[in-house]
């Protein structure tokens, strides 16, 4: 009989975002590894921006039904707004509460799951699979974190909630069969944090869909080559070393409008921009234009496949840790046009890159300016030409791959560490 997998997570498509992919990927792939995929999701999202085609087959989105989910919409409007005052930018603990749990519970009684497989952000869904864990001990349960909770440089919750949220972890790791880190370093602070669930920790890396067409596009005519970015900018993100560089660059004579323009698409706060007049500028003198809306995938994708040149922002200022792994680097090795590189020195970000076979320039956050200045010179003499990725990012990235490991570890097996990793 084919074993049965329950992926619970608050995000799943129609919601538009890259949150979403890890279960889909799960729900999409696990099959092929002989586990049956059932997905539990919300059906209504405040403040999300949706448009990802839905996807059918074993997929229950709940609430059901017209009245319902005007009453879950207005329950999720007022988390939102709690939160907000509250500082909290967890959403969907108000749905697990009222309705995921409750669906996850009756499919589970009326017919055989082994393993329940929860996704964050959001944390509501760890929350959800733990109360459904406690319900149903037997269940092997993987909590995968695509994003670290503690430790995570982009949280900045308020002080009186960060004892709770150290218990709420440490209950997390108690209690889960497995826990899903992004990257290695991130699973080593794990195994330094809680050395009893060592074993417990593994790598469930983000990657690229196979069935997702990405490739270089014809280059369109255009005044100046175009160095894109994909997704939002704000807080620790802005990168003030691109711009400090580009400025003084321009002033010097190195480089004149039409040699470069870097765009921006997705939604962006730059207000904290650490020297506003210098923004100013370049964006009056036509080396920077921020394209402020969040667009469908496929929109972001056929916007980068047609830019001369890709742009990383790994960038957490101000601890500069290493961490994460932005997934759109994914989309941009496929793409293999020249990528520009903002991240901390030895980072899971510069180590993929490094080993990817695309040309690329790595600038350390923490690079001084006239470091900056070269890295950006010596990027703009980079052919512009595509290549293909490394057979390594091939062969350890594909999503089928990361499906495979999360099914290794339902069916008992240990899945081997990605190497150079």
């Keep these: 009989m084919m074993r049965r997998a329950l992926v619970f997570s608050y995000y799943f498509p129609p919601m538009n975002g890259p949150v979403t992919q890890h279960p889909t990927w799960f729900f999409r792939y696990l099959p092929l590894y002989g586990l049956e995929s059932h997905v539990i999701s919300s059906s209504v999202f405040f403040g999300e921006s949706l448009g990802a085609p839905s996807l059918s087959g074993n997929v229950h989105s709940v609430p059901a039904g017209r009245l319902a989910q005007r009453c879950a919409y207005g329950l999720c409007r007022l988390e939102f707004h709690i939160q907000a005052r509250l500082r909290i930018w967890e959403h969907g603990f108000a749905w697990a509460r009222a309705y995921g749990i409750g669906e996850a519970c009756r499919l589970i009684q009326a017919g055989g799951f082994d393993a329940v497989i929860s996704v964050s952000p959001s944390m509501a869904s760890h929350w959800g699979a733990y109360r459904i864990k406690r319900r149903f001990p037997a269940l092997t349960w993987i909590a995968d974190f695509t994003d670290p909770f503690l430790g995570n440089p982009l949280r900045n919750s308020a002080k009186w909630l960060v004892p709770h949220e150290r218990r709420f972890e440490q209950s997390l ?188 320039v790595i600038i350390p956050n923490d690079a001084p300016p006239r470091e900056v200045q070269d890295g950006i010179l010596r990027f703009l003499s980079l052919p512009r030409g595509p290549r293909q990725c490394s057979d390594w990012v091939i062969r350890n990235f594909d999503a089928r791959n990361i499906a495979g490991r999360v099914a290794a570890l339902i069916q008992g097996d240990q899945p081997p560490d990605i190497p150079q990793w």
Excluded at 179 to 190: C, E, F, S, V
Excluded at 200 to 229: F, M, Q, T, W
Excluded at 254 to 274: C, K, M, N, T, Y
């Design 173 to 360: 790791f108690a209690t889960a069969d497995y826990l899903g880190a992004n990257t290695a370093p991130a699973r080593d602070l794990w195994r330094e944090r809680y050395p009893q669930h060592a074993s417990k920790c593994v790598v469930i890396p983000n990657g690229y869909d196979p069935e997702e067409a990405i490739a270089a596009l014809p280059l369109p005519p255009r005044s100046a080559p175009v160095l894109a970015h994909a997704g939002g900018v704000y807080g620790g993100r802005i990168p003030n070393a691109l711009f400090e560089s580009l400025y003084e660059l321009a002033q010097a004579g190195q480089i004149r409008p039409g040699q470069l323009h870097v765009e921006f698409l997705g939604l962006g706060d730059f207000s904290a921009v650490r020297r506003p007049e210098q923004f100013e500028f370049l964006c009056k003198s036509g080396f920077v234009t921020v394209r402020n809306d969040y667009v469908p995938r496929q929109q972001a994708l056929r916007y980068t496949e047609e830019a001369d040149f890709l742009l990383v922002l790994d960038i957490t200022a101000p601890h500069n840790t290493k961490l994460q792994l932005p997934s759109k680097v994914f989309d941009y090795l496929r793409i293999g046009r020249p990528i520009l590189t903002f991240t901390a020195d030895g980072s899971p970000t510069a180590r993929l890159i490094e080993q990817s076979g695309i040309q690329h």
